[in-house]
């Protein structure tokens, strides 16, 4: 199956992202997150890029074989290439391939002063047209509602964008927002940039209000007022902010949905209960 295709088979397309347990234990215990979801009748399911385990394994691949045979769900492999050479992103391709993993979302991923970067691929486009000449694979790519952080302003970012799609990015997956009109507002200017790939729009639900704060910091989104209202009053109550969070970001994609948005990516974190709630409130709609 090819993810791009899905946008012209069908709308709205609903797919979660997952990551794989850090723990050997853990990604053998994950088929609890993993039945759930496959219930819930996702197009796909994206597997963030995780380190090679014992053995050199790489659980990402390993995670996404898993969805595929036993679950029959196309998995979509993040693969990130900052701390990798060609060489070992060519190896990787080789497990992809040699799996029957066909789509890639391809990412530069994120500085980590622990791990010193390699100097083979400095952006994600890079990436991309590397992967194009290696391997008979189908690339999506991360587009940033709110401008990536790194970018000099938003029209060098949407620039930027561009030529990733123009490498070989057939399909777009947005980082997280909580403001509907910055994402339509983002929409329109990448189709006037003259991007036609479907963009698909990234939700996170809130649970806990220190891990959102964290995450809006490190990719430059916005807290609109009304949700910062609602982690002033219930971040400290777990099971209010839960009921609250839920019910926010159900509202985010119902008003989505009616505005005509061709697919839902919703960041599980791993929690089933998290998906099985959103999907349980959007049950008609997609």
């Known amino acids: ?23 050997e234990a853990a990604l053998l215990s994950i088929d609890e997150t993993l039945s759930t979801l496959a219930k819930l009748n ?45 060489e070992e992103i060519r190896i ?39 992967i194009k000449k290696n391997g008979d694979f189908n690339v999506s790519g991360a587009c940033y509602p709110e401008t990536h952080l790194e970018a000099a302003d938003p029209v060098s970012d949407i620039r930027n964008l561009k030529k990733k799609v123009d490498a070989g990015v057939g399909h777009l997956v947005s980082q997280l927002f909580f403001d ?6 983002f929409v329109e200017k990448v189709r006037i940039a003259g991007i036609d790939a479907p963009v698909e729009a990234g939700i996170m639900p809130v649970t806990n209000k220190a891990q959102i704060e964290k995450m809006v910091t490190m990719c430059g989104a916005s807290l609109p007022p009304k ?18 969070g839920m019910a ?8 989505l949905l009616s505005n005509g948005v061709g697919g839902i990516h919703i960041f599980t974190m791993n929690n089933p209960v998290v998906a099985r709630r959103i999907c349980d409130g959007i049950k008609n709609l997609i």
Not at 248 to 255: F, G, K, L, T, W
């Open 248 to 255: 926010y970001a159900i509202d985010q994609i119902v008003e």
């Open 42 to 86: 996702p197009d796909f399911i994206s597997v963030t890029f995780g380190a090679g385990g014992s053995g050199g394994k790489n659980k990402t691949v390993e995670l996404a074989k898993k969805i595929k045979e036993e679950y029959e769900i196309e998995p979509l492999v993040h693969l990130t290439c900052i701390n990798h050479s060609e």
């Open 1 to 23: 199956m090819i993810i791009e295709n899905l946008f012209k088979e069908k709308r709205p397309v609903l797919s979660f992202e997952i990551f794989p347990p850090k723990k």
């Open 227 to 244: 949700l910062q209202k609602i982690l002033n009053k219930y971040g400290d109550n777990k099971a209010a902010l839960f009921d609250a």
């Open 92 to 130: 990787l391709l080789k497990q992809l391939e040699a799996a029957q993993l066909k789509n890639i979302l391809a990412l530069r991923g994120d500085f980590n002063p622990e791990v010193p970067p390699r100097h083979d691929f400095k952006y994600a486009g890079e990436l991309v047209a590397f």
């Open 180 to 185: 509907n009109q910055v994402f339509y507002d």
